[in-house]
């Protein structure tokens, strides 16, 4: 009897504390989002809604290449990120991990591009890659417009997105590094384990959950490409660039067809959610499989 009283006061400060969340929740992601959704059932522009027209968005949708073109471009620009990011992040952590005299110069350097905005970011590219006076160009001895190259527009983006973000990455694999107790690197080093021997039986182990948690989260962040292409290239050229979120931004405020954007936006959540779900079920079949 005394536990359940002991349970039940406990409940009323932990509900007052998770209470400002919970509003802010309601008010600001989920009651916009059904809002989100009931006007992609209607034709609707900025300033007005118009009829309810069922799902007559949607089908126009799927039958939309131009969204669909969209999508391939921002899953294209999900390739070329995500496992790079996570590699890229995973190495560097070692690095700031081994060498333990510089940690804290090589953290700083490595983590210091994240913190710039991403305007300070795009300039900063866009001045390294230009034609005729940035020094890509300067160190490889040609004149190339990158962002105006059909086939090298998008790894540009790619690579500009890689630089600016691996800080993240390279913060979440060395508090994963450092929360593995030495102990079990000298037991095994008595035992003759040395280099990479030591990362695969225990670095690699006891960092695979930090691992599959990394590339979840940058999936998503990935998936949800915007600015970097907005200001770098504008979609071009010949929307090689143009991802989702662009092609919703300029349906909502170029077209003024806010109805299809909110279900181009809906349609979009539902795919992100797909692809973490599908990475979910992955990660616990492979964990199983493991075990």
């Not at 009931?38 to 968005?57: P, Q």
């Not at 979440?172 to 929360?179: D, E, K, P, Q, V």
């Not at 960092?207 to 907005?230: C, D, E, H, N």
Request: aromatic content about 14%.
């Amino acid at each position: 009897m005394a536990l359940t009283h002991s349970r039940r006061g406990d409940a009323l400060p932990a509900a007052m504390l998770l209470a400002p969340f919970a509003l802010a929740f309601l008010l600001f992601f989920f009651l916009p989002a059904l809002d989100t959704f009931y006007m992609s059932l209607t034709e609707s522009s900025l300033t007005r809604t118009n009829a309810f027209i069922g799902i007559d968005n949607y089908v126009t949708l799927v039958q939309d290449p131009s969204f669909w073109a969209a999508v391939g471009n921002t899953f294209y620009f999900a390739l070329l990120t995500v496992v790079p990011l996570t590699v890229l992040g995973l190495v560097m952590a070692l690095l700031v991990h081994r060498f333990t005299r510089a940690s804290g110069w090589l953290q700083g350097a490595f983590f210091l591009p994240f913190v710039l905005p991403i305007s300070v970011m795009t300039l900063i590219a866009d001045w390294m890659l230009q034609p005729s006076s940035g020094v890509v160009n300067y160190v490889l001895g040609m004149q190339r417009a990158w962002f105006a190259d059909l086939t090298w527009a998008m790894p540009m983006v790619a690579i500009g997105t890689i630089w600016w973000t691996v800080g993240f990455n390279m913060l979440m694999f060395l508090a994963g590094l450092r929360n593995i107790p030495l102990e079990q690197y000298e037991a095994a080093a008595l035992d003759g384990a040395r280099g990479f021997t030591l990362f695969r039986a225990i670095t690699w182990p006891a960092l695979r959950p930090v691992v599959g948690m990394a590339l979840v989260l940058q999936l998503i962040a990935s998936m949800k490409i915007f600015g970097q292409t907005y200001i770098m290239t504008t979609g071009g050229p010949f929307n090689t660039t143009r991802v989702t979120l662009h092609y919703m931004y300029e349906t909502a405020f170029t077209q003024s067809d806010a109805g299809y954007a909110a279900a181009i936006a809906v349609a979009f959540v539902a795919i992100v959610i797909a692809l973490s779900l599908l990475h979910a079920g992955l990660v616990r079949w492979l964990a199983r499989r493991d075990a």
